[in-house]
């Protein structure tokens, strides 16, 4: 296995409670083999000591008193040929008179070789104590014979070995452990997506609960984190209805306080004072409408007013309505699709965009930077990539991330002559989501460049 096999590997054992689970079954099951095996053999050698070992020296006892019959006779070849046809054994003879084996094809076992030259502790019988298992099957007559018995391989019947058995067996008790343990944890990934779900701000979809009217701890943690959506849910609808009230109910007192100060005489001593109240009125007007827009874009049941919209053409228009003296490049690729799209909010986009950057578009010394670069390209889709560029200062990357979160604003642009209230690049974001886009900033050294990418099918 190759170090990064390993290392994935490592990975999903340490982040996977599933195969951990089965790893513990596995450790577990070899444990208690291995402590069963143990007793098996504890157990067996002390029977072969006090009652095994005994018969079977007896036993080989008879079967060489059998052989050596008649008394001074060399060892009989028929009689040891008729112990091996009527038992699974072997029978060897060695001497001066007779040299004979049974079956001079089947090899020796290993306890059958002489101990000289060989490793002793291959000759060790572990169970019974003894050191020499030939020690027990080897018989010497009066005439300097000897007579060794052994197995007979041949008489077994040839099975599978067991150990394949166990192997399958193994794996096959390993798969249902596996099969069961992923399908004790499922309610773990339901839980994981309905988190995400939630936190991506979709109630829609509570997290299935198993067996509901008799929940294992799972199934309440699944009823539990569904409440908390549910709470949450709550919260958020009333705060969303709060701000829309809120913001409703301001718009007449301040259309009424507009118009009374523009009803202000029109002398040098209240001209100061009657522009700064229109300034701030302008842009509290503009903060309730924000608001409101953003609300209705962050609901989901925001509803677009689609259109075809030539987006090459509504950039001129929006460029046409800036103030006098913007200075704003235009690059626009002639092969640009008409897209679906609701206008109206497709010029606010395009609106914010290019306000916010003409309001940093200077350099640190404070002298005017390069011109603002609108740029729209075909994408590859089908759909439109708007580039809006300035040539300012930046933005410290540590707020980058937040730029397009609500009432959101670096310390740079907290100033009253050039910062906002903190929802233009939040309302962009929420126009181009709600199209099926997606929206990006980054520092272009120098200025800030933000990119919208509109899909070509919706």
């Not at 996977?16 to 689970?21: F, G, N």
């Not at 939630?198 to 569904?226: K, M």
């Not at 958020?236 to 209805?241: G, I, Q, W």
């Not at 397009?404 to 974001?429: I, S």
Request: hydrophobic residues 45%.
């Amino acid at each position: 296995m190759t170090a990064s096999r390993w290392s994935r590997a490592r990975h999903a054992l340490g982040h996977s409670l599933k195969l951990r689970l089965v790893v513990v079954f596995l450790l577990l099951a070899g444990a208690m083999g291995l402590v069963f095996i143990s007793s098996v053999q504890k157990a067996f050698s002390l029977s072969w000591r006090d009652a095994a070992r005994p018969m079977l020296m007896d036993y080989v006892d008879h079967l060489s008193a059998d052989i050596t019959q008649d008394k001074g006779s060399p060892p009989s070849v028929q009689r040891a040929q008729a112990i091996t046809q009527r038992l699974p054994v072997t029978v060897r003879i060695a001497g001066p008179q007779v040299n004979w084996q049974s079956h001079p094809a089947q090899a020796w076992s290993g306890w059958q070789y002489n101990r000289a030259g060989r490793d002793e502790e291959r000759h060790r019988e572990r169970w019974g104590g003894d050191k020499d298992w030939r020690s027990l099957v080897t018989r010497s007559t009066a005439d300097g014979h000897t007579i060794e018995f052994g197995l007979n391989s041949d008489a077994f019947e040839r099975r599978p070995r067991l150990v394949a058995y166990a192997l399958a067996a193994l794996l096959i008790i390993t798969l249902l452990a596996f099969l069961y343990v992923r399908r004790l944890l499922r309610p773990l990934d339901d839980i994981s997506a309905g988190a995400l779900r939630f936190g991506s701000g979709d109630f829609a979809q509570a997290i299935p609960v198993r067996r509901a009217a008799r929940p294992d701890e799972l199934g309440q943690l699944a009823t539990t984190i569904n409440t908390m959506g549910a709470d949450i849910q709550q919260m958020l609808d009333a705060k969303r209805a709060l701000l829309l009230a809120i913001s409703h109910e301001l718009r007449s007192p301040l259309t009424r306080a507009r118009l009374n100060t523009e009803l202000l005489p029109d002398t040098t001593e209240l001209q100061a004072q009657r522009e700064a109240l229109l300034r701030d009125l302008a842009l509290m007007r503009d903060l309730v409408t924000d608001l409101l827009e953003s609300e209705r874009l962050a609901s989901r049941h925001a509803a677009l007013q689609r259109e075809p919209t030539a987006l090459g053409e509504l950039a001129t228009e929006v460029l046409a309505s800036l103030p006098g003296g913007a200075s704003v490049a235009l690059e626009a690729a002639a092969d640009l699709p008409t897209l679906a799209l609701d206008r109206t909010r497709m010029r606010l986009l395009l609106r914010n965009l290019l306000d916010n950057a003409l309001r940093h578009n200077t350099a640190p010394d404070g002298t005017p930077a390069p011109a603002v670069l609108l740029s729209l390209q075909r994408t590859a889709d089908g759909g439109v990539h708007i580039t809006v560029r300035d040539h300012g200062p930046g933005v410290d990357p540590v707020a980058l991330p937040h730029l397009a979160e609500p009432f959101y604003r670096p310390d740079a642009a907290r100033e009253r002559a050039t910062g906002g209230v903190g929802l233009g690049l939040y309302l962009c974001k929420l126009v181009a989501q709600a199209h099926g886009g997606t929206l990006s900033l980054r520092n272009a050294q120098p200025g800030l460049e933000v990119s919208v990418v509109l899909p070509g099918s919706h």
